[in-house]
């Protein structure tokens, strides 16, 4: 990947002085059109190009391949299903088994053995491309394999016994008395499937992966706050009996029925529910006598080799973890430089760490730690994105039609929860997409950051990104659930600069907080390659990064115990999204008064996700058909 640094930290810096786009979150405003493709667009050159060429039978053929080999994956999975909206196997969990996942690399080698035997130059220019990613997904999943044991199932970010609960609650919609009982029979079902999740865990501990010490207090105090409250013991409702009773209370059936369900629920809450629970807490503070310290990959058998794995897979590029390192170190730097910039604005006499820290204490930029604090919170962020979306036409052709809602993470899970996050839609258009705001502390949301923030994880961040792959109707079903990081998360960064473009971030202080985001995101190139690559500890990984940004110390505690648990997810942010601005500039400067902002951003999303080498291929692709032959120069 041909990263650019200093021409590109100039390009960032320009944009950032006349206005640049944000990132949309993963959250439920996911509701654009997909509009028709204007003459000149990205959608309309690849249709009039891919009419000309290739041999009907065999693309149809190829695509049915594609939908055949996704199918196969979705048949597997029942908690995937009930993401799409289906209610097929609406009583079920996902197989977790060892068994399963041998069987599930079986199939991925038949697969990719069937893809191979195609003939790319019989396909059309979009049918070749999605070839060529689907081999390249079914290789690195089977390469993966050898890694199956390098992973956390239960951590604070992502957990099996978690995150059977965010699927009832979030996507486990009771719309009849069958889906009532279907509901039931996945709280009967947990045992069973919790018992797979203690095997797995068993079996990486005798392969010498066990998570860190500081992971189990919270992943403990998860479970036990699943069954806190009615029908476990006196209080309010548990988070599980009042989703199912405001579900069931919704349905037109009798007042009869509606009770027999609730019986039953209850019922399966304590007799299920909660000796599953108590016994995977029994087995974790079991394990938690045997963690350690020892925070990186490195600890892991061919620990290197596994992160370099997981740095190829996040980044799509062959950047080794030297390489990313020193990309932070000098983006750091230069984010610093224009900060400085920003408190000269606002008269700030000091150093920048004591800017650092004025902004990380002064009331001024957080709302109390109250009822009316957080609900202001999320009405502003609303107001933000609903803004942002009066705007769009000037920046985008395509929009998503999926709704985008903002609400706050769960009481259950806000403890150990990341600070913000998007759920996509559903892809029938059932549930919206889903900003979550974590207002647990809001003395870790500080308001200079809301701006950047709903622009990530929002509009024109996750949600359209994301809602727009899934509405393509051009692409096989495998491109429209799937996803590259360094291209769904660079996006996401990149969104947070173009509102910039047009007028937003007017208060130096939000842009402040625009920049502490991009700023957390370098600073996540040196500690994730530091932790994992270095063998920093967690204590050194976390005094790097509260003398680096702005962010409070709990912030920073739960940002860093988030990269140890993610080997080289992290990295993606940043890397993606210098890709996309090296991709732009590059095209300003061929096309000059031909480049429109709209066209480029359709190259960039009418394609849904790809590889970051890829994406660069179709940006060249665009730029030469609108210079008329003329390519970019390198």
Known sequence: ??????????????????????????????????????????????????????????????????????????????????????????DKWDDISPKFAKETLE???????????????????????????????????????????????????????????????????????????????????????????VENLKERADAGVTVPAFV????????????????????????????????????SISSEQKAELIQQAKLALQEQVKPAYEKLNNYLRELEKTATTNDGAWKFPDGDAYYQHRLNVYTTTDMTAEQIHQVGLSEVARIHDEMREIMQKVKFEGSLQEFFEFMRTDKQFYYPETDEGKQRYLNEATAII??????????????????????????????????????????????????YANLYRMSSMPTYQMEALAYHEGIPGHHMQLSIMQELESVPSFRKFGGYTAYTEGWGL?????????????????DFGRLAMELWRACRLVVDTGIHRKKW???QAIDWLAENSPNPQGDVVKAIERYIVMPGQATAYKIGMMKIVELRENAKQALGDQFD????????????????????ELVNEWVEETNGGAGVAN
């Not at 039978?57 to 289906?86: C, H, W, Y």
């Not at 069954?227 to 919704?250: E, I, N, R, W």
């Not at 706050?408 to 559903?426: I, L, N, T, W």
Request: aromatic fraction near 8%.
């Open 386 to 435: 609903d803004t942002m979306k009066g705007r769009l036409d000037e920046l985008f052709i395509t929009k998503p039609k999926a709704d985008l809602v903002v609400k706050a993470v769960e009481p259950f899970r806000e403890k150990s929860a990341g600070k913000a996050f998007y759920q996509r839609p559903a892809p029938d258009g059932s549930r919206p997409g889903i900003y």
């Open 107 to 197: 199939i991925n080698k038949r697969q990719l053995e069937a893809l191979k035997k195609i003939d790319p130059e019989q396909l059309d220019n979009a049918t070749r491309l999605s070839l060529r990613l689907a081999i390249r997904n079914l290789e690195q999943e089977i390469e993966g394999y050898q890694w199956r044991l390098h992973t956390y199932p239960v951590n604070q970010m992502y957990a099996v016994h978690t995150g059977v609960a965010s699927l009832l609650i979030n996507q486990h919609r009771i719309d009849s008395l069958p889906d009532a009982e279907a509901y039931v029979a996945r709280l009967q079902g947990l045992p069973a499937h919790f018992d797979q999740l």
């Open 597 to 616: 902002i709209r066209k480029f951003h359709d190259v960039v999303l009418a394609n849904g996700a790809v590889p970051l080498n890829v994406l660069e």
């Open 537 to 539: 500890t967690r204590e």
């Open 494 to 510: 990149y969104s947070e600069l173009v509102p910039k473009e047009i007028g937003f971030y007017q208060d130096p202080y939000s």
């Open 1 to 90: 990947m041909k990263l650019k640094i200093t021409l590109l930290a100039a390009a960032i810096s320009t944009l950032a002085m006349t206005g640049c786009e944000r990132e949309v979150p993963e959250t439920d405003k996911q509701q654009s059109q997909v509009a028709s493709a204007e003459t000149g667009s990205a959608a309309a050159l690849e249709a009039a190009n891919d009419t000309l060429s290739g041999n009907p039978e065999v693309i149809a053929s190829t695509n049915q391949l594609f939908e055949d080999q996704f199918q196969t994956r979705v048949s597997r999975s029942p908690e995937f299903k009930t993401f799409l909206g289906m209610k097929e196997d609406y």
């Open 216 to 251: 189990f207090p919270y992943v403990i105090s998860d479970g036990e706050n699943l069954v806190t409250g009615a029908p476990f013991g006196d209080g309010k409702d548990s988070t599980l009996f009042a989703d199912f009773k405001g579900k069931v209370d919704k349905l």
